[in-house]
């Protein structure tokens, strides 16, 4: 099993930086590929980003490209989003997800562990 614990959500406003963490544990952190996924109220959950278990590739939406960075420190067990220039359009929750040896793509049925989500709301 792995546990999965986003932080960092909250209320800003439209141009604002925000970051999420999302800690892991349970089994060997570097076995496993993450992605962020996100689902705002009255649609889908969509895809944001996704790293690989090895760190060496990432994956973006269109939407979020040029925007949000994912990243991973293995030393800490987290995997961040670093999400700058938010727009309204990002205001959603947003879930971390992991998956043994994934390479971080956006297939939410490759990813096994869920976390329980953080609320990221942007205001104008």
């Known amino acids: 099993q792995v546990q999965l614990v986003e932080s960092g959500g909250g209320l800003v406003q439209a141009g604002d930086s925000l970051r999420l963490s999302c800690a892991a544990s349970?089994?060997?952190?570097?076995?496993?590929?993450f992605a962020w996924f996100r689902q705002a109220t009255g649609k889908e959950r969509e895809f944001v980003a996704g790293?690989?278990?090895?760190?060496?590739?990432?994956y973006y939406a269109d939407s979020v490209k040029g925007r949000f960075t994912i990243s991973r420190d293995n030393a800490k067990n987290t995997v961040y989003l670093q999400m700058n220039v938010l727009k309204l359009e990002d205001t959603a929750v947003y879930y971390c997800?992991?998956?043994?040896?994934?390479?971080?793509?956006?297939?939410?049925?490759?990813?096994?562990?869920w976390g329980q989500g953080t609320q990221v709301t942007v205001s104008s």
């Open positions: 997800a992991a998956g043994y040896g994934v390479a971080g793509g956006d297939r939410s049925n490759e990813y096994n562990y």
């Open positions: 349970g089994r060997t952190f570097s076995d496993y590929g």
């Open positions: 790293i690989s278990y090895t760190g060496r590739r990432t």
